[in-house]
């Protein structure tokens, strides 16, 4: 069994409860262990690098060295900001004067290596598509979707070193395992708004808008994701979007895990779906009977 | 429309951006793939080509007071697509660090959002959401932000009414005092 650190994310406590839930249920399910990061802290998400880098690092650094003290190699989180905070300081870090700059801020240098991945990453390396496949005991067969994964996870290529960064596939592949009918969606890396939905809400309404809007026209029930920000935009803010831009968009947006657990059969109690503001009932009735597979 | 003064390029700005960014900016032949591909040239003051250009012209104030380095969403299509690999949204980045440090803010409300999430981070080792939410009131003055969305991410119980505090929260708060004590201003 393969098993990695885990760093949930400030998120994964309140706005996206359901993701972290929905993911240690189905990484459980399908045999990867999640170790948590013991008295981790925040990455500093966007703010921290918008004001200082070495600051921003230092952060990040804090829960590498927690991490590292676990012995695993790899640590894990399922949101694309604290990936990015944490491998981008992981890399800064190999030169030596900028990584003596970040340990003069900490109480307690960090110490030795340990290589940050999104859990996508884990699930679709460590334990592979086929083996998700063979796991699914209620497929989604009549759901179709588009999978979003929002403009950090795989940007830029020599930073986040996993999957194709114009046109990801590792999202797609689970919901084809999942058994549901993925829709190519042209817009899949491209920027939600992301953290500007308090202070500038009309840059979110335009970003996210014109990706609900090209999911629409590609018919599908539902938007798939794998990021905490993007979620909450194309999702809580729907509503406002809906306001800004005169449209009546009712599209459910649902974490990759969620639909994922589904399919493996975990309890709906792990699964959160009763927290997603788009109502997903009539999305879920599309999927055919789920008759099971063995 | 603010005019560009050629004949004055401040020499010391291009190194300090360049040194800070460790980006040879000299480099971009502004072919405008970063500008083609970001997604908020329509809020920007100066497209990214044009920030850059600006730069290699040494115009600091055109740089550190126009909007477009504060609406940045740090996306990385910039980055991503620049034929020259020059890490564009780092040099973004970097302008914005400068501006921050001599005190302009020209999208006051996204610099106070950030300054909310940092103090939350400061005081809890992790950020609270309902707490930031009424810093960033408090500070903007913009009583009714996101007011509509309350109901719906309480009933979701999306945002705990308590602060998920770290056992180690002296040890973040640590980083920050070193980092202030460094000249900083957080
Ligand atoms: S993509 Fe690179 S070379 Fe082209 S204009 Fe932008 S920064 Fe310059
Ligand atoms: S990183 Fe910033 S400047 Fe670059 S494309 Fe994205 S929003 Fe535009």
């Known amino acids: 069994m393969s098993k990695v650190a885990y760093y949930p994310g400030c998120s994964g406590q309140g706005t996206s409860l ?35 880098h070495v600051l921003s690092a230092a952060l990040s650094a804090r829960n590498l060295d927690l991490a590292h003290s676990l012995g695993l190699d790899v640590v894990a989180t399922p949101c694309p ?23 003069a801020l900490l109480d307690r240098p960090c110490a030795g290596r340990v290589d940050p991945q999104s859990v996508l990453q884990v699930l679709v390396e460590q334990v592979g598509v086929d083996e998700v496949a063979r796991r699914v005991t209620r497929p989604l067969t009549g759901l179709r979707v588009a999978c979003y994964y929002g403009c950090i996870m795989n940007r830029p290529p020599e930073r986040m070193r996993f999957d194709d960064h114009e046109n990801p596939m590792a999202m797609d592949r689970l919901m084809e395992a999942a058994g549901a009918e993925v829709a190519p969606f042209p817009l899949k890396v491209e920027c939600c708004g992301a953290s500007f939905g308090v202070p500038r809400g009309d840059i979110v309404a335009r970003l996210s808008g014109k990706l609900l809007d090209a999911a629409r026209g590609l018919g599908v029930d539902a938007v798939v994701t794998a990021c905490p920000l993007c979620q909450m935009n194309l999702d809580l803010r729907q509503s406002q979007i809906n306001a800004a831009l005169r449209e009546h968009f009712r599209i459910p947006v649902f974490y990759y895990t969620q ?4 399919a493996l059969d975990v309890p709906r109690s792990e699964l959160g779906l009763d927290r997603l503001c788009v109502d997903p009932r009539l999305a879920l009735g599309k999927i055919k009977a789920p008759a099971p597979v063995r | 429309m603010r005019i560009v003064d050629l004949a004055t390029a401040d020499q010391d700005f291009i190194a300090e951006v360049e040194a800070r960014s460790h980006q040879n900016l000299r480099t971009c032949y502004q072919c405008g793939n970063c500008t083609a591909g970001c997604p908020y040239t329509f809020v920007y003051d100066h497209s990214v080509s044009q920030v850059m250009r600006l730069i290699q012209l040494g115009q600091r104030d055109a ?27 780092k040099v973004m980045d970097v302008c914005r660090h400068m501006a921050r440090e001599q005190g302009y803010a020209t999208e006051r409300e996204v610099k106070l959002f950030a300054d909310a999430f940092l103090r939350s981070v400061e005081r809890h080792g ?28 309480l009933a979701r119980r999306k945002l705990p009414f308590r602060p998920h505090t770290v056992v180690g929260r002296d040890q973040i708060e640590r980083i920050f005092q070193r980092f202030r004590k460094g000249g900083a201003h957080v």
């Open chain 2, 63 to 89: 740089v550190l007071q126009c909007k477009s380095i504060w609406l940045c969403g740090s996306c990385q299509s910039c980055t991503t697509r620049c034929p020259n690999r020059i890490d564009v949204a």
């Open chain 1, 18 to 52: 359901e993701y972290d839930r929905s993911t240690r249920a189905v990484c459980a399910a399908v045999g990867l262990e999640l170790v948590d990061v013991p008295d981790w802290s925040c990455c500093g998400s966007s703010p921290a690098h918008t004001v200082n």
């Open chain 1, 81 to 103: 900001s604290c990936l990015t905070n944490l491998r981008n300081a992981a890399l800064e870090m190999e030169d030596e004067a900028f990584r003596d700059t970040v340990n």
């Open chain 1, 259 to 262: 639909l994922l657990g589904l």
């Open chain 2, 126 to 153: 992790r950020a609270f959401e309902l707490g930031l939410m009424a810093d960033y009131v408090l500070h903007s003055g913009r009583v009714f932000t996101d007011a509509d969305l309350a109901p719906k991410a």
